[in-house]
């Protein structure tokens, strides 16, 4: 890219495009160094790894991750990368640990803090980009020209949104997931609750000086926010998030600019809209209709196992065993609910097209009513199946258990730190803890 944008914001080159292929996770795997990634992860222009859309969409596992970085460095749970790894893992386990998984779209314990009601949209300003805050302002034009934003900046986003604007954190949740690439309900909605003190003991609140410390050298002016509401102490901004209301929007450089649009409004329109990206993006099957797709599978062999590969486990295709019928589905009414941007839905597709046989759009109810489909086709789990694929899919075949990288705790851990504790309790050697998962994968 390396736009005028990409230059005025200092986003560094391998944050700019993300290819959706596994050469390309791999490559950015290859270029991790665990000491330089320690020592910069925090800036902005740090030495982050990217893979995050990677590992959303099951292009590549944590395991793997972990495995093919041990194989030219020394890792150990005190390696900072490691830990990260284990944040990922540690949202998804609290999230697997909820009796139902829209649970997390609620407060996980009561937020104790302001008493007032925060708001249900998120302000025009904010989606905008034109709040006269440049930390947000910026950060919120480079979501929309990339799909990705640094943790930093998604945590200064989220405790702007809700401790000084006083938008619900559902609110600001719902529209980063629409328009990042590594949208992962977990990871996301989790980490708004944290910021917000309902997963977590007490508020995430940042400062001008924060911010001044990590925005990038080559960029600085683009995000230092001296002289604006945020440029205050954090004893000043600890009572701000519990007494004041929204401070509002101040004046600022920037214009404005327009959010992209989502794929969502009528099951029509998404069917519409969703069959035209995929066109550009594939010559597979693209269809609604369940008649199409009897007259399509009667072409293939008919013993053959089928493989059903949803947008969370886009895993590189075996080419040991049985040939496998590869297909690809997307569950049109679970998007409604949680619509996503252009941009990720043709990150989506463009994967999809590369790794199965044809591509299945539409109500996957029907899909299921496919005679002699339900016990024989398997599902790929690489995470925990999100907004209505679980049950469908759990109702046509066996679903299979996500592949884990840390020892997995027996009850819900409240915290990071307990989660963390308990996994190196579970298996003390990170090293023999790799060799062991990578053994049970080949199993
Ligand atoms: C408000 C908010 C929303 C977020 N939404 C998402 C989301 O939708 N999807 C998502 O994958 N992550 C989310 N995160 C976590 C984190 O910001 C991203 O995983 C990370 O910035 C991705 O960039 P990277 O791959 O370059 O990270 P790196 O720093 O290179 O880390 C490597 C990997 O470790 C994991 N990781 C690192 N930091 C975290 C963290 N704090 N929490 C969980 N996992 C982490 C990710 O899988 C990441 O890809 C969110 C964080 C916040 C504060």
């Not at 390309?24 to 925090?42: C, D, F, G, K």
């Not at 990260?84 to 949202?91: H, N, Y």
């Not at 990042?180 to 708004?192: F, I, Y």
Request: glycine share 6%; charged share 20%.
């Amino acid at each position: 890219m390396n736009s005028p944008l990409a230059q005025q914001l200092g986003i560094p080159t391998h944050l700019q495009q993300f290819e959706p292929t596994k050469q390309a996770a791999l490559a950015r795997v290859a270029a991790i160094t665990p000491s330089t990634y320690a020592r910069t992860r925090n800036a902005l222009d740090g030495a982050v790894t990217g893979l995050s859309p990677y590992l959303t969409h099951g292009i590549l596992s944590l395991n793997e991750v972990a495995s093919a970085v041990a194989q030219k460095h020394r890792l150990s749970y005190e390696d900072k990368l490691v830990f990260e790894l284990g944040w990922r893992e540690f949202f998804h386990h609290a999230w697997e640990s909820t009796p139902q998984p829209s649970d997390i779209l609620k407060n996980m314990r009561p937020m104790n803090l302001w008493q007032g009601k925060y708001a249900e949209a998120l302000p025009a300003d904010i989606r905008e980009g034109r709040t006269g805050v440049p930390c947000i302002d910026s950060a919120v034009r480079q979501l929309y020209a990339t799909g990705y934003l640094h943790n930093h900046a998604r945590m200064w986003i989220a405790s702007y949104c809700i401790h000084f604007r006083k938008v619900h954190w559902r609110a600001g949740a719902d529209w980063l997931y629409a328009h990042l690439l590594d949208g992962d309900l977990a990871s996301n909605h989790l980490s708004w609750q944290w910021v917000a003190s309902s997963f977590s003991s007490k508020p995430y609140l940042f400062n001008a000086e924060n911010v001044g410390k990590y925005a990038p050298q080559s960029a600085f002016k683009a995000w230092v926010s001296r002289k604006t509401k945020i440029d205050d102490s954090y004893e000043a901004l600890d009572e701000m998030a519990r007494s004041s209301g929204d401070v509002g929007a101040e004046p600022g450089e920037h214009e404005g600019v327009q959010e992209p649009s989502m794929l969502d409004s009528t099951h029509e329109d998404f069917l519409k809209q969703i069959s035209l990206l995929a066109r550009i993006h594939t010559e597979k099957f693209a269809t609604n209709s369940v008649v199409s797709l009897l007259q399509w599978r009667s072409t293939q062999t008919p013993d053959q196992t089928i493989e059903l590969v949803h947008p969370w486990a886009m895993s590189e295709r075996t080419t040991q065993g049985k040939p496998t019928l590869r297909i690809g589905i997307i569950h049109a009414p679970a998007h409604q609910k949680l619509p996503w941007s252009a941009k990720r839905w043709a990150f989506v597709l463009q994967r999809m097209q590369d790794i199965v046989d044809a591509v299945w759009i539409g109500d996957v109810g029907k899909l299921a009513l496919v005679q002699g489909w339900p016990g024989r086709a398997k599902v790929i789990s690489q995470a925990t199946l999100h907004e209505g694929y679980r049950e469908l899919l759990g109702r046509m075949t066996q679903l299979q258990p996500s592949p884990k990288l840390f020892a997995q705790p027996t009850k819900l851990c409240g915290s990071f730190t307990k989660f963390y504790e308990q996994a190196q309790r579970g298996e003390r050697d990170f090293q023999r803890l790799l060799a062991l998962a990578q053994q049970s994968q080949l199993l």
